[in-house]
């Protein structure tokens, strides 16, 4: 059976910002074959616990808020939300998957790295960031529709 694209239940922006996810998720599959080489090959890399453990945490926060924000573009389509807000959230919700390997990479940016560098503060204000985004997701979902006085969303 042939499939209709416009039938598919997401707006324009969501399916560009769907697709900007998706190939970033190459990206993912980069760093993850970076990470195979280093294991296997640069015996620095293993020497170095905290090198090892803050690399393969950014490798798995961007795969991770890569696929939270796929799961979230339906959820944003269908809040209540003006247009400007809702690309708002989108963003807020995104930029965890920069933000978070960005503090992780650059905390530890080579194997010699004995203890974090200030760049894992970052992590402060992503999450600041992402818990809005996700608040304000929470709160466009439940809210009713102006003039609404009935049960029914
Ligand atoms: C070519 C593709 C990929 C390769 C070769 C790869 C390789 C790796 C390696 C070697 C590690 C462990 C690093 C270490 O322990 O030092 C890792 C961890 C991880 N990868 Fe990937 N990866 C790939 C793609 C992906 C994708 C597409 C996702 C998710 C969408 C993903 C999610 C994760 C997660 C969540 C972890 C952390 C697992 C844990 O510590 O328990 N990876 N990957």
Not at 84 to 112: D, E, N, Q, Y
């Amino acid at each position: 059976m042939d499939s209709d694209p416009s039938a598919f239940p997401l707006s324009l922006a969501s399916r560009r910002m769907g697709a900007v996810m998706i190939f970033s998720l190459l990206g993912v599959m980069f760093g993850g074959a970076v990470l195979t080489y280093r294991l296997v090959a640069l015996p620095a890399y293993l020497a170095s616990p905290l090198h090892q453990d803050l690399w393969r945490a950014g490798h798995a926060h961007a795969a991770l808020f890569l696929v939270l924000t796929l799961v979230c573009l339906p959820w944003i389509d269908a809040a209540r939300f003006s247009e400007a807000l809702r690309w708002g959230v989108r963003v807020l919700i995104s930029s965890a998957s920069v933000t978070f390997p960005a503090a992780f990479f650059f905390a530890a940016p080579t194997p010699a790295a004995v203890e974090a560098t200030p760049a894992l503060w970052l992590l402060v204000p992503g999450a600041i960031l992402l818990a809005s985004g996700l608040l304000l997701l929470v709160w466009g979902l439940l809210r009713r529709a102006p003039n609404s006085s009935h049960t029914h969303p």
